[in-house]
């Protein structure tokens, strides 16, 4: 059995850990066992990356056979190299990932920065919605005269957002 | 500009003027971006990578922090110039590993570097001397939107920025500090730190990051996560933690200044014996002992106008630093002799330690230092 963590050199130290009830378990060879502190049983100074290598494990058993659309990465080629292949494979391997994101971070969702191209995105998106709410709405009261405005403001709308 | 300018100028970063420079040798906060829908440098073909590194790099070498910058592609460096950039922290152990494909671009003040094609499309990183974290992610935080107006970044609404590895998706940020804690390891105090900083899920490592030894008493430390915080928020919890190691490392010094002169003293005193007579070095026993010099200019037990030469030394006595400032190739032994000839030389000018300088400065008169003379 190959190191969870460097991938090249025989496991000799298996560790199981139980984590908020499930149990994750992590092969290391000697190397990267003393390199992560798991020797020391007072340290466990990397214990964020030993739970991200229990979750990848879970990645093992879902479907490895789901290709990534945009770069053709499968889940087989994440366990071996640990990253991943374009942009898309994380929309690809969401589920799987989801676990491992939360076992490595703080979070499951970005509050940082927000590109200005994504925010602008984002603002577009929201305006659309409360427009076709708001046409909705309209057709439900026979309005029609706003209908008409409120279409028309959609159809501008849908040009700038695939612009 | 030229490799050769790159190597005369030392690093605005290195010469120690920040805030609490002492003990925070420097500070630098790196972010990681990538092209949307495009393979990470990883996966990608060598062309596609090539294709990449064509679309990104006119857009770095136009932005106005980069006039006057120095470019290169990472098949025209040699391995030996890769390895003193890396030596300067100017560029990752992984991305010196990197050929065809891949670029290096930081400006003549060497305080901004971008990597194309590391593990990421882009890595930006940004240097200062001292405490000043803030500082250095101001400065990125402009680049980056001005190469965001350019370039289409992969985000998700939900993840954020997307990276090749997902320890550092969200942010797409690492801010690190060097910290210089030879008190805390004389005291051998190191390990409580660092076991409770990684408790707090920030990361310790040794100079060279990841996986290296801790060399020359030098500590870096970083935060370990990305998702679920806010860049400013990061850098406060890492400064406020830093700030805390820092006056931990008084007070470790301060207690050895009060109840173990007599160790002090003489750890001192053998690191300026040895390293002004010695005649064969290895970079790691010159990294180690020039430390505890460096703790001496600031216990006053050398001169404070010392201090520039001393560090300057740090980074000169590293193996790729000497091969390149010696005109011939050198094997281990050779490098050895030619470290200690120039330590010896440089220490020419650094006149005995002053025992009595360390006592005055405890602020108490009737330090055990004192009552030994």
Redesign the interface.
Known sequence: MLCDVCKCNDATVFLTQIIEGKMQKVNLCDACSKEKGVQDPTGFALADLLLGIGAAEEIEKGSSTQRCPVCGFTQMDFKKAGRLGCSTCYATFTEALTALLKAMHKGTAHVGKVPQRAHRAGELTDKMRNLNESLQKAVAEENYETAASLRDQIKQLEGELTS | MKFSNVMSNTGEWLRGEGPHHQIVVSSRVRLAR???????P??AKKAERTAILELIKPHVEKLPEMQDSFSELLQDLSALEKQVLVERHLISREHAAKSAGSAVIMNRRQTLSIMINE?DHLRMQSMRSGLQLKQAFKLL?KI??AL??EL???????????T????N???G?RASAMLHLPGLVLSELI?QV??AV?KI?L??RGLYGE?TEAMGNLFQISN????????DEIIARLTKVIETIIDKEHDARQVLIQKKSNTLWDQIGRAYGVLTYAHAMSSKEALNLLSIIKLGIDLNVFPEEKRLPIDELFMDTQPAHLQNSSQQKLNAEERDHLRAQIIRARLKVLPKPDISKLAKDSGNGSSPASSER
């Open positions: 990538n092209l949307r829908n495009r393979a990470f990883g996966w593990e935080d980056d939107s965001e107006s289409e970044f992969a985000y998700d609404q939900r993840l954020g920025y997307l090749a590895c997902p320890t998706v969200g942010t940020m390990n660092v076991q990684s899920g990361a310790v996986g370990q996560t990305t998702l679920g915080e806010k860049e």
